[in-house]
């Protein structure tokens, strides 16, 4: 009662702040009402009016609600005729505290908090009875009762004392009510404990206001939801904590900000005009791993990313991330280079195939206890992980039929899900970087990829980059990697060894310089930068008309130029420069020599990542079905070994008309009704 008596003057201090810097909001309010059911006010604004007031809001946030709508209401604003204006005040942005969810004690039990995290579920929308009207069955004797958690449902009639009150449910007042959980930002986990999850209790105008995967900052109320057991052991004793949600904003940034200061900031523009920062960057990368120079300059430029929010005439949004896909030998520290890199850049997860679903990596509908039974979405990997990089270990491993939701994953930053009668896009905006290990142990430079993997090469065409990594024999190279594996174990057995190394990047600070880069700047295309690429699309083009094979396609140089891009970002820089293009087209030659060149030819042929087999061998194989189709028109069956001997006038060894022809039959284009004998499948 103390409170009661006291609301009425802070009602008309609320009242003051509102007619003094809210009147053209709330007249906004009015007009738009019940389109709009909330009037937002800022909490800077409130605690610059009463710093008294803004204390109470915090601390007693439940009275100071009450008092500003009550205030709202004695302004006798005139709404349209026939509507009651029942408005609701929702305050944001309290000062940052940088609290963890995980952290969030009984201290601040019925206080407003502000926290950050990112949805992974959100149930479906239910209604909760604000007002009910009750009807006795027995007098007729009608009752309105509003609802709370503190008001108990009645049962017994006043007038007749009977039991025989029944719900109108028509006559009643009916509120949207909807239950969501909240995780920990993933860049804000630390020691690699699971990050902490929270409830939220979101209602009327705040119902789908979020999606599982979107990153928010909420406004809201701690409270907690007593025991739903009846048992009266320990387990009663247990209560469930929750937020009421006051107010939801929508974080924007894809790249999570890491707490940059003024200090930070001047050495990170100072280390952007070193002479050696990309050399300096590189080394800093995984520098416990020996080698692999290209592998680690593509994954800075991975780290950096090209530039965002562009969009294509007619509005088509162009991709900024880049793939990168790491095959090869294994041993050869693939899973290393992806836990360095997830652990490196803020926003990451790593998973390995072996032990990841599609839903896990994508998005999940479920049955689920926030809808009491009903269907939910459940966010994977991919989206909780968007704006970041997820780290894809044993990529080859992923079941063929879960491996399909990445395409568009990949190529536009989005997935679908149409389950369970819940259809919905996320935005999973990720880079991805993966490793797969050779079927049969080890890399083989003489077959195709797509022979080696279990990767269809419509996947396999999305990787921007795509490098083999083998194990090679060599002495020198030998004696310099035992060298540096025994180096580093003996310095990390002894501390008093260790001694710095000047040249590489401290890896917090490396976060940093990363996140600012991503944050600010925005490089653009220089003249001279556009010619090179497209000099060198140009090039490889006719090189291609000579063969007919297709050395790159159109694909490769929007890679190109997300490449250059990140190399400018790298650099701090607003504009992409010729060394930045050079840089893109070295990694692109450095892939195209180790898995995009025909063997046989001993030209570029992107058909090799993009169909599985260079252009010579899919013209081979329709010689192969030509000279079958031709027999055929005569003959019910042809000879294998005719077709072998005709192959050879076309330049066919007989081995590799073999093996073709083997291939065919597996693939079921050709039809071997006996030993010896084939003909077209589609002619049987």
Known sequence: MAEELNLEPVIKEIQDFFE????????????????????????????????????QLIEKPDMILKAAVKALLDMNLAVAPGIEFKPHVRF????????????????????????????????????????????????????????????????????????????????????????AEIQELLERVKGGTPPARLELW??????????????????????????STFSKNATSLIYTRYLDVIYVKGIQQDFEELEITEDDKKKILEFSKDSKLFEKVVKSIAPGIYGHDEIKQAIALQLFGGTKGKEMVGGAKIRDNIHILLIGDPGAA???????????????????????????LTVSVEKDELSDGGWTLKAGALVLASGGIVGVDEFDK???????????????????????????????????????NPKYGRFDPNKFP??????????????????????????????????????????????????????????????????????????????????????????????????????????????????AEAGAKLRLSDKVMLKDSDLAISLMEWMMQKIGMDQETGVYDIDILATGKPKSQIDKIQIILKIVEEINKTNEM?????????????????????????????KGELYKPKTGYVKIADQF
């Open 398 to 436: 992923i079941d063929k039929d879960e491996r399909s939701s990445l395409h568009e994953v990949m190529e536009s930053g989005t997935i679908s899900v149409a389950k369970a009668g819940i259809v919905a896009r996320l935005k999973s905006k990720t880079s991805i970087l993966a490793a797969a």
């Open 92 to 179: 944001f942005n309290l000062p940052e505290s940088g609290m963890l969810i995980e952290s969030m004690g009984s201290k601040y039990l019925g206080k407003l908090i502000n926290i950050k995290g990112v949805v992974t579920k959100r149930a479906e929308i239910k209604h909760r009875v604000k007002i009910a009207v009750y009807k006795c069955d027995v007098c007729d004797a009608i009752y309105k009762v509003p609802l709370s958690s503190s008001i108990s449902i009645p049962t017994f009639c006043d007038a007749c004392k009977r039991k025989a009150l029944k719900l109108i449910e028509e006559d009643s007042e009916f509120l949207d009510v909807q239950r």
């Open 20 to 55: 003094s810097n809210y009147k053209k909001k709330i007249y906004s309010l009015v007009s738009r009402y019940p389109t709009q059911k909330s009037l937002s006010v800022d909490y800077e604004d409130f605690e610059k009016f009463s710093p008294e007031l803004a204390d």
């Open 450 to 563: 797509a022979e080696q993997f279990n990767i269809p090469p419509t996947l396999l065409s999305r990787f921007d980059l795509i490098f083999p990594i083998m194990d090679i024999l060599d002495e020198t190279r030998d004696r310099e990697l035992a060298e540096k594996i025994l180096s580093s174990h003996k310095l990390s057995a002894d501390d008093t060894q260790v001694i710095a190394d000047e040249s590489l990047v401290q890896r917090e600070f490396l976060k940093k310089y990363i996140a600012y880069s991503r944050q600010h700047i925005r490089p653009i295309l220089t003249e001279e930068a556009s010619n090179k690429i497209k000099d060198y699309y140009s090039k490889m083009r006719k090189m291609g008309k000579k063969t007919g094979a297709i050395p790159i396609t159109p694909r490769q140089i929007e890679g190109l130029v997300r490449m």
């Open 202 to 227: 979101m209602e009327d105008d705040l119902v789908n206001s979020t999606i599982p995967g979107n990153t928010v900052e909420i406004t809201g109320v701690l409270r907690l939801r007593p025991p």
């Open 334 to 360: 693939k899973s290393r280079l992806l836990q360095y890199v997830v652990d490196l850049a803020p926003k990451s997860l790593y998973v390995s195939g072996k032990s990841v679903s599609g839903v896990g």
């Open 638 to 666: 042809a000879e294998i070994k005719e077709v072998i001997e005709r192959a050879s006038e076309f330049d066919i060894d007989k081995d590799l008309a073999k093996r073709l022809i083997e291939e065919l039959i597996y």
